[in-house]
């Protein structure tokens, strides 16, 4: 080979080199630009799986700011309520009307969320009940006839059954740590349901108690705003997508998703025993006060002991992480119920204000890990295409708990007194042991 040759051939290289990376190039220009669209009926990624980046923690946070909302609206109830009797001059069984009216409107947003999270979507679904939980407090701040009081009980409930069933929905179709978030979503319901008594107590006092709801609202309209701004009225879909989320194909059915839900057996059970779970909870938040000033001769800051109570939920839904994951979630329910069934024995039977306190609020961190397990057990057993609806469904059915239970309260207390509280709730609790026995085990997904 002669020095011209062998010199020429760096530059033959260097030009095959260039033609290679030219080929490699426009055969992959193609691909990316069909990345950059999407096939029909898929959304595109913005961004790897990540729960845990600056997005997603945004997304988070306002969901759990949602699940604040609704446990400030759950827990002032039972602070209030003895200020409601005597500005309204109504009587245990009257009053507990308003529980009724909660639970119906409640039931009923829940049963129109399956037919809203198909026609208008995630984001306009969850804004909207925060905007009907306003229209509720605003009404509720003038202190109406008891007649229209009680209804926008059952306003505040269609607008809260939205907002539940569409941030628990949500969650529950995190494919990274869903079940960690959600015992910090629903402790975010405590964190709520532990302020409200608070200020709740305070306005049970003053001349225009009803000024109280000023404030939900104050809190319901930063809710709404946040929706808004962070999920843009969009899919659940678009909003995964955001954090990197793929969704899942969703199947194919002949007949509506009403019957498909319908048909599962486990979604009964679940619902059934939320609904038990939920009167136990309301019950003991909405009438504790009252046995307690009545039975135990508590004065006016006995509205703190709700707090304390709630208060325990919150603790008890970060704080026993840990032992839901060493136990196993399922175990778990076994022995928070049992626990609480002793505690309730000892508020029932020993005769101290403190002690009987303390019990209270220990029976909430007992009851707190509940309800989200119960959450994270519906992702495991019900077809992820049918969560939303389902877990939508479990809320608004339970929710009935919190009507019957409480109304039971009321119309026992009328003829024997409030100290038929603690015999009540004791069966209950028994019942909700039975209940969870019966519920099918479920299996880790294969996201």
């Known amino acids: 080979m002669s020095l011209a040759s062998t010199s020429a051939l760096p530059n033959l290289l260097h030009h095959t080199t260039h033609k290679t990376e030219d080929i490699e190039l426009s055969a992959r220009t193609p691909s990316q630009e069909h990345k950059e669209s999407p096939p029909d009926g898929q959304v595109a990624v913005s961004e790897p799986s990540n729960s845990t980046g600056p997005r997603a923690k945004i997304q988070f946070f306002s969901l759990c700011w949602t699940l604040f909302l609704i446990g400030w609206s759950d827990s002032s109830t039972g602070p209030l309520l003895p200020r409601i009797q005597s500005a309204y001059d109504v009587g245990f069984a009257v009053v507990s009307i308003i529980f009724i009216a909660n639970c119906i409107g409640f039931v009923a947003g829940s049963i129109l969320n399956i037919f809203l999270n198909d026609k208008l979507g995630f984001g306009k679904t969850i804004v909207l009940g925060s905007v009907v939980q306003m ?42 740590n869903a079940a960690a978030k959600m015992g910090i979503l629903h402790a975010a319901y405590g964190v709520g349901a532990l302020t409200a008594p608070l200020v709740a107590t305070q306005f049970s006092q003053l001349h225009r108690w009803s000024f109280y709801y000023l404030a939900s609202l104050g809190v319901a309209t930063l809710n709404t705003v946040l929706l808004v701004c962070v999920f843009k009225l969009k899919t659940q879909d678009e909003c995964l997508a955001q954090i990197g989320q793929l969704p899942e194909e969703k199947e194919d059915v002949n007949g509506s998703k009403y019957k498909e839900m319908f048909k599962l057996k486990s979604l009964h059970l679940l619902a059934l025993f939320i609904l038990v779970y939920v009167g136990i909870e309301v019950t003991i938040g909405g009438w504790i006060v009252t046995y307690v000033i009545q039975v135990r001769h508590g004065g006016p800051s006995s509205g703190y002991i709700s707090t304390g109570f709630f208060g325990g939920l919150t603790v008890g839904r970060v704080a026993l992480l840990w032992v839901n994951k060493k136990i196993g979630e399922r175990t778990a329910i076994y022995v928070y119920a049992l626990l609480t069934i002793g505690l309730e024995l000892v508020v029932w039977l020993v005769p101290s204000l403190i002690g009987g306190a303390v019990a209270v609020s220990l029976v909430g961190v007992l009851l707190g890990p509940i309800y989200p397990i119960v959450m994270n057990e519906a992702g495991r057993i019900l077809p992820r295409w049918l969560l939303t609806g389902c877990i939508g469904w479990i809320a608004g059915f339970g929710q009935t708990g919190s009507a019957v239970l409480p109304f039971m309260t009321g119309a026992i207390a009328s003829r024997t007194g409030i100290k038929s509280l603690h015999p009540l709730l004791v069966s209950m609790m028994g019942l909700l042991v039975a209940l969870w026995a019966c519920v099918p085990k479920g299996h880790q997904r294969q996201d």
Do not use: E, R
Not at 142 to 157: E, H, K, R, V
């Open 135 to 176: 229209v509720a407090f605003s009404i509720q701040a003038s202190a109406p006839p008891f007649p229209l009081f009680a209804i926008t009980y059952a306003i505040n409930g269609f607008g809260a059954s939205f907002a539940d069933a569409q941030a628990n929905g949500f969650v529950a179709n995190y494919k990274d």
